[in-house]
């Protein structure tokens, strides 16, 4: 397999039965493959595993700032990032502080907090916009699709970053999706590798407000749809935003990415990102099962169907109130 110009040696590591197409102009590479996988070796040998972590941020060092420097050009990209609770605010927090060490781009973020008291407003960053939007039902569970379709109607820039709040992004970000969507393309995916950390690694991390590869990680994802995507604001809503019957966990990533392919797709992997540890939420399994069957009712039905229907609805009635 030819490597591309430019593409670290690092992002060719894969199972042995996987195969990975290399991109004909650029960097990385796209799994080709269905779901998520392991990185195997690392789950065997630990030690290997954090000088991938090692290599991977040294080419892609992660900056922690607590502050984002005022800007004063127009917004170029728009992070929104889905909240619920006080648990996770230490994994908020430190993503936050990620994507204020970007460089390079103007940019904002957006935090929607789905509790139904506002509870993070005052303990977020200066720079950071807060929007409360609570479920309709007051004990309803997360929607994370909800989430999403508010902040992107509330952003500013012509660029929307999907993101998680419990996994930390380079530096260079920001600025690698931007280049890509000069280049004319409208979703662009550049994860390779998604280091989870363990345990004690994540609290060293938020307490500090630094990172060092100092631990194995717990594991090496590869070929994640979800956790962060990046998408112009047009083909967002061109292709009807996220479905929100996916409530809970699971499934709505998948699922905006079978319509995300109908655009022009940069689906080449090289940048690593870390996750930051937290207890499973319960009845995370029972919800994951259920979100697993109506992505198969789903994409039974042609993208371009679903583009249709999830187009129909009238986005403006999140609004009321927010």
């Given at each position: 397999?030819?490597?591309?110009?430019?593409?670290?040696?690092w992002?060719?590591?894969?199972?042995?039965?996987?195969?990975?197409?290399?991109?004909?102009?650029?960097?990385?590479?796209?799994?080709?493959?269905?779901?998520?996988?392991?990185?195997?070796?690392?789950?065997?040998?630990?030690?290997?595993?954090?000088?991938?972590?090692?290599?991977?941020?040294?080419?892609?060092?992660?900056?922690?700032?607590?502050?984002?420097?005022?800007?004063?050009?127009?917004?170029?990209?728009?992070?929104?990032?889905?909240?619920?609770?006080?648990?996770?605010?230490?994994?908020?927090?430190?993503?936050l502080?990620?994507?204020?060490?970007?460089?390079?781009?103007?940019?904002?973020?957006?935090?929607?907090?789905?509790?139904?008291?506002?509870?993070?407003?005052?303990?977020?960053?200066s720079?950071?916009?807060?929007?409360?939007?609570?479920?309709?039902?007051?004990?309803?569970?997360?929607?994370?699709?909800?989430?999403?379709?508010?902040?992107?109607?509330?952003?500013?820039?012509?660029?929307l970053?999907?993101?998680?709040?419990?996994?930390?992004?380079p530096?260079?970000?920001?600025?690698?999706?931007?280049?890509?969507?000069?280049?004319?393309?409208?979703?662009?995916?550049?994860?390779?590798?998604?280091?989870?950390?363990t345990?004690?690694?994540?609290?060293?991390?938020?307490?500090?407000?630094?990172?060092?590869?100092?631990?194995?990680?717990?594991?090496?994802?590869?070929?994640?749809?979800?956790?962060?995507?990046?998408?112009?604001?047009?083909?967002?809503?061109?292709?009807?935003?996220?479905?929100?019957?996916?409530?809970?966990?699971?499934?709505?990533?998948?699922?905006?990415?079978?319509?995300?392919?109908?655009?022009?797709?940069?689906?080449?992997?090289?940048?690593?990102?870390?996750?930051l540890?937290?207890?499973?939420?319960?009845?995370?399994?029972?919800?994951?099962?259920?979100?697993?069957?109506?992505?198969?009712?789903r994409?039974?039905?042609?993208?371009?169907?679903?583009?249709?229907?999830?187009?129909?609805?009238?986005?403006?009635?999140?609004?009321?109130?927010?």
């Amino acid at each position: 397999m030819s490597r591309p110009a430019g593409t670290a040696s690092w992002v060719f590591f894969r199972n042995r039965n996987e195969r990975l197409i290399p991109a004909e102009r650029g960097r990385g590479v796209e799994c080709d493959w269905k779901w998520t996988s392991d990185l195997h070796v690392a789950n065997v040998f630990p030690r290997l595993g954090n000088s991938l972590m090692r290599r991977a941020f040294n080419d892609f060092p992660i900056e922690l700032r607590r502050e984002r420097a005022s800007q004063s050009g127009r917004v170029e990209v728009s992070f929104v990032i889905g909240h619920r609770g006080l648990e996770r605010l230490p994994l908020l927090l430190t993503t936050l502080d990620s994507i204020a060490g970007q460089r390079g781009v103007e940019l904002e973020c957006l935090v929607v907090e789905q509790s139904p008291q506002p509870e993070v407003d005052n303990k977020l960053p200066s720079w950071v916009r807060y929007v409360h939007a609570p479920m309709p039902e007051i004990d309803g569970p997360y929607c994370r699709a909800r989430a999403f379709n508010i902040g992107a109607r509330l952003s500013r820039g012509a660029i929307l970053v999907l993101h998680d709040n419990d996994l930390l992004a380079p530096q260079d970000y920001a600025a690698e999706v931007v280049g890509r969507c000069r280049e004319g393309y409208e979703v662009v995916n550049l994860k390779r590798f998604i280091f989870y950390l363990t345990e004690s690694h994540s609290r060293r991390i938020t307490a500090r407000c630094a990172f060092s590869p100092d631990e194995a990680p717990e594991s090496i994802m590869q070929n994640a749809q979800g956790g962060t995507l990046a998408v112009t604001r047009e083909a967002y809503f061109s292709i009807g935003g996220f479905d929100e019957a996916f409530v809970g966990w699971g499934g709505e990533d998948n699922e905006f990415w079978e319509r995300a392919r109908t655009r022009k797709v940069w689906p080449y992997g090289y940048l690593p990102l870390l996750h930051l540890w937290h207890k499973a939420q319960p009845g995370k399994f029972e919800q994951e099962r259920r979100t697993a069957e109506l992505l198969e009712l789903r994409s039974a039905i042609h993208a371009e169907k679903r583009i249709a229907d999830l187009r129909a609805r009238n986005f403006q009635e999140h609004l009321s109130g927010v």
